[in-house]
Structure formats: structure tokens, C-alpha cells
């Protein structure tokens, strides 16, 4: 990553008019916005995408800070808000689609994406397609006169396949250019890989992972280049969606430091995957970073470094009761949901648990799958957790070393 780009982050959404003197934005609470005449009010209504006041809904200094630096950093035309990852994603795609269109989505979605699709989608009469994340170019085939959207993911949150996003992009304007290409970017944080350089038309992300990096608050946003942009903005506002200014600043100040923290969650993750890859006990490890991994070179080509999110497979399919004193018995690595957070987490999946993710071309396991987040502690500290974690199931193999360094990204964030 450029040295400009990491100045952007420093610098991004720190107007006069936000900051007020301040050298962060201030912090502005309101719902009710004051307009001094019929003038002013008929002004702002016609200009609500420029950062006017016109209600709370729409958003205050706090916000429009936030907008502008997310707008910035992923070069896009306008940045819209909403209250949860889920709902920057699922928002997007109401915005886009009507009865009887169709909707492409990866096999290995997001969980509640799946879900999304298959009940709400399904009653309002919107088909989905489910095509392999490795698809590339050949998703051409699987477009139909009815397909509104193509959504992509990558790389996918359990198993790690990498989407060859510009070649998705080219084959699909190629086919139909009105087709709406949307990603949900949450594993790049809008960092590490920006869609919209690549023709993708709207980016998604969750900032309740990397951006605000404490596992803290809640917090989705949707990116859009100028084609989509105005439909995006008054169908997130029709929906009634909007974010608090606490959050948006908690937002902002994670932004800050964003690169540093990934720095480093590159570099320990990649070193504990490289670890128990090693490791006797494991079948596979998921990290786009390995070779072996679904679209490794892929990732390579078009992301600028990792973050600290991966699984890995165990030979053995545990029980219930070897499971518990496996996982509930770690002193660093904590059981919960999400990710992207200073601190290290797992869970644990069965493969049967994973059957709807099941997909043509996709990865195949027979054994417990744990997915696995390495947070800012100490590497070591964490492969030693880990270790005594493997020496709870019992193994009589012989351990590698902890020392071992792994390979460091090549590509300078």
C-alpha cells in the first residue's frame, strides 16, 4: 500500500466543518435539524447527497465525517450507513431488485446472506443461483434474462476461496452491462482491496470488524460508484436505515490506526497458520496466503497483504466431549462470534454443520473445522495456547518447534 494512501487514512474525513477546531470530528447528537427558512429548508431537500442538514436520519457532522472518509478510501461516489454488517448487505440488495429477477451468490456465502436469500429473497419472489466461488469468467453461462445481481465474496469467511473478482466483473458487464456486480469486502476491510478499482459496482463491509477493531460496536457500509450511487442513497434512506454519531466516530477513530493493526495481524496469522500446518493433527489449514489454498495466486495478484482470519481441519472428527476440552480450555483464544477485533477467537464447525455450504468445486473435509482469528497478542503466547490445546487431545506425536519463522508478506501495506 502506498504512502499516500496510508496518509489518507490520517487524514480522510477531518474537514474544518467536521472537526470545528478539534483535531478529530465532533461528536454532533441530534434528530431534530433546524432550518432558519422556507429557503434554506427547500435548499437542503434538493442537496440531501451533499452533506446538508435535513434530519437526524439522514445524518450530522459525525457521520458525514465518516461518509467522506470511507468515500475517499475506497474511491467511490457516496458512502451509505447501517446499523449492522448484515444490513449493508442486505439493504443493497432490496435497492436492486424487484419480483421475479434472479440473483447470483457464491456457494460459500455468509451464513445469514444464505439465509437472506432463501427466505426473504424466496418470498418475494426472487430466485437465487448459486454458482462455485471459483467460477471466474464462466459465470457468464449461469446468466439469465432475469438477473439483476451478481454477489460476490471473497475471500469466503469459512473456507477461504478467493473470487477472481475482475474477471467476474468483465464477464458479467460482457453479458448484460446493467447487471448491479456487488461484494461483500469485509475480509479486505476496504484496505487491503478496493472493488471499485476493479469495476465492481457497489463494495460492502461490516465495520464491526477491522475499521472499528474492538469488538464494540455494530456498524455496516455500502460504497457506490456514480451510476448506483443515487439509487443506493434513497433506498437505504426509504428503508429507514441510518447510524448513531457515537458510532460513526468510534468508527473513525479506529480507521486511524487500521494499518498498523493489520500489519501486524498479517504477519502473526500467517505465522500461526505456517505453525499448524505442521502440525501432525491437522488435515488442512484455509489461508489465502498458503498455496494450496483456493485462489492463493489470485489473492496474491490483487490484495495487498492478509488479516488475521482462517481455519483449519483436524484430522479427527471429535466428539461432543473431546470438542468441549479441546476448545473451552484455551487461555487466549475466546469462543464468539465475528471477528476482526484486537483479541484472538474459534470456533468450531462439524462437517455436517456445513452441508448447505457444499458446493460444486468446493473444498472438501471429514474432520472438525475450527475457524480462527489472530488477534494483536503475543504470536508465541498464542502457539503455545495452541499447542497445549492439541496436548488436551491426547497426541503422542512429536511437536514442532514454536520458533519457526513464517514467511512475512511481500507486498508493503
Known amino acids: 500500500m502506498s504512502e499516500k494512501f496510508r496518509t489518507k487514512l490520517i487524514t480522510a474525513g477531518r474537514k474544518d466543518r467536521y472537526t470545528q477546531g478539534g483535531v478529530s470530528p465532533v461528536i454532533q447528537r441530534a434528530s431534530s435539524l433546524l432550518f432558519p427558512t422556507l429557503k ?19 445524518g450530522g457532522l459525525t457521520q458525514f465525517a465518516f461518509q467522506d472518509a470511507m468515500t475517499e ?10 446499523p449492522s454488517g448484515v444490513a449493508a448487505i442486505t439493504t443493497p440488495i432490496l435497492a436492486f431488485i424487484k419480483s421475479g429477477d434472479n440473483i447470483l451468490v457464491p456457494g460459500n456465502v455468509y451464513e445469514p446472506v444464505r439465509s437472506f436469500c432463501d427466505t426473504i429473497l424466496t418470498r418475494m419472489n426472487v430466485s437465487t443461483t448459486y454458482y462455485d466461488p471459483s467460477i471466474g469468467s464462466d459465470i457468464s453461462a449461469l446468466i439469465q434474462p432475469e438477473t439483476t445481481i451478481v454477489y460476490m465474496e471473497s475471500p469466503g469467511s469459512i473456507t477461504m476461496e478467493v473470487q477472481d473478482v475482475p474477471a467476474i466483473v468483465k464477464a458479467v458487464k460482457g453479458v448484460n452491462p446493467n447487471i448491479v456486480t456487488m461484494i461483500d469486502n469485509t475480509y479486505a476491510a476496504g484496505v487491503l482491496f478496493r ?6 459496482d457497489i463494495s460492502m463491509q461490516s ?24 439509487q443506493l442513497f434513497e433506498y437505504s434512506y426509504l428503508m429507514g436505515q441510518t447510524v448513531d454519531p457515537d458510532t460513526a466516530y468510534m ?4 480507521l486511524r490506526t487500521i494499518l498498523i493493526r493489520l500489519d501486524y495481524h498479517h504477519d502473526a496469522g500467517l505465522k500461526v497458520a505456517n505453525w499448524l500446518k505442521s502440525r501432525s493433527e491437522v488435515d488442512k489449514v484455509f489461508h489465502p496466503m ?16 492478509a488479516n488475521g482470519l482462517f481455519s483449519f481441519v483436524l484430522k479427527e472428527h471429535l466428539t461432543p466431549e473431546r470438542a468441549a476440552e479441546f476448545i473451552e480450555n484455551f487461555d487466549h483464544f ?12 474459534m470456533l468450531m464447525n462439524q462437517p455436517e454443520e456445513l452441508e448447505k455450504f457444499r458446493h460444486e468445486g468446493g473444498v472438501d473435509f471429514n474432520g472438525s473445522l475450527f475457524r480462527i482469528h ?8 498464542l502457539i503455545a495456547d495452541l499447542e497445549k490445546g492439541f496436548d488436551r487431545l491426547g497426541s503422542s506425536t512429536s511437536k514442532p518447534s514454536t520458533q519457526g519463522e513464517s514467511k512475512s508478506h511481500e507486498t508493503s501495506l
Do not use: Q
Not at 475466546?334 to 477467537?345: T, V
Not at 489472530?374 to 503466547?381: A, P, S, Y
Open 207 to 230: 465495520g464491526t470488524k477491522y475499521v472499528t477493531g474492538h469488538s464494540d460496536i455494530l456498524l455496516g457500509m455500502a460504497m457506490s460508484n456514480e451510476k448506483h450511487w443515487h
Open 40 to 58: 434554506d429548508k427547500a435548499f437542503r431537500g434538493k442537496n440531501a447527497k451533499n452533506k446538508e442538514f435535513i434530519y437526524g436520519r439522514r
Open 290 to 305: 498458503l498455496d494450496d489454498c483456493k485462489g492463493s495466486d489470485i489473492f496474491k495478484r490483487d490484495f495487498s497483504g
Open 334 to 345: 475466546a469462543m464468539a462470534y465475528s471477528w476482526g477485533g484486537y483479541e484472538s477467537l
Open 374 to 381: 489472530i488477534g494483536l497478542e503475543d504470536v508465541d503466547d
Open 73 to 82: 478510501l475506497e474511491n467511490s461516489a457516496g458512502c451509505a450507513l447501517y
Open 195 to 200: 472493488p471499485l478499482d476493479h469495476g465492481v
Open 251 to 254: 468508527a473513525l477513530r479506529g
